[in-house]
């Protein structure tokens, strides 16, 4: 058996035997993928399109991952998702529930994450008018610059510089 935290929790700490999720002879054990639904029956997959996924298109077990969804996972599928942006360093499920909400709404950012950004110069004020965080600041990337700012800033003002909005 590999070392890898999917088997510890099931196998150590849940004591599951081997043949409830594996399938095959001795020594030629295979997943089987339809074992979990057996346990998980209400973690379906809820994103367009993913309907269909066997539990381990994303979840691994012989990888050393806390987490079970390795990043890299997502962004086979997913490869136009910028590696630089400033939460770049998050795991994709932190934002994205697969077995939930797979598209974030807006508030998730501050209830979630951003508690004290409604503090931090105009976001309060912003956020008295109706605006929300992505009206603003657009998934994956986030950073307002001047080129964004300019077409953002000016459907309900004067344009102002971004780098004024905080103080």
Not at 52 to 72: I, W
Not at 113 to 125: I, M, S, Y
Request: glycine letters at 6%.
């Amino acid at each position: 058996m590999k070392k890898a935290y999917g088997h510890a929790r099931h196998v150590f700490i849940q004591k599951i035997d081997c043949k409830t999720c594996h399938k095959g002879e001795l020594h030629k054990f295979e997943p089987n993928e339809k074992a979990c639904l057996q346990c998980h029956r209400d973690n379906g997959v809820h994103g367009l399109g993913m309907e269909a996924f066997s539990c381990l298109k994303c979840h691994s077990y012989s990888e050393k991952t806390p987490s079970m969804v390795p990043k890299d996972r997502c962004i086979k599928c997913h490869p136009k998702i910028p590696t630089a942006s400033p939460m770049a360093g998050l795991l994709c499920h932190q934002c994205h529930k697969p077995h939930g909400e797979i598209i974030p709404k807006p508030s998730a950012c501050v209830s979630e994450c951003h508690q004290n950004e409604t503090a931090v110069g105009q976001h309060a004020l912003h956020l008295k008018k109706g605006l929300n965080c992505l009206d603003c600041h657009k998934a994956h990337t986030w950073i307002v610059g001047p080129a964004n700012a300019k077409t953002l800033c000016s459907r309900c003002h004067p344009y102002k510089d971004p780098r004024r909005f905080i103080y």
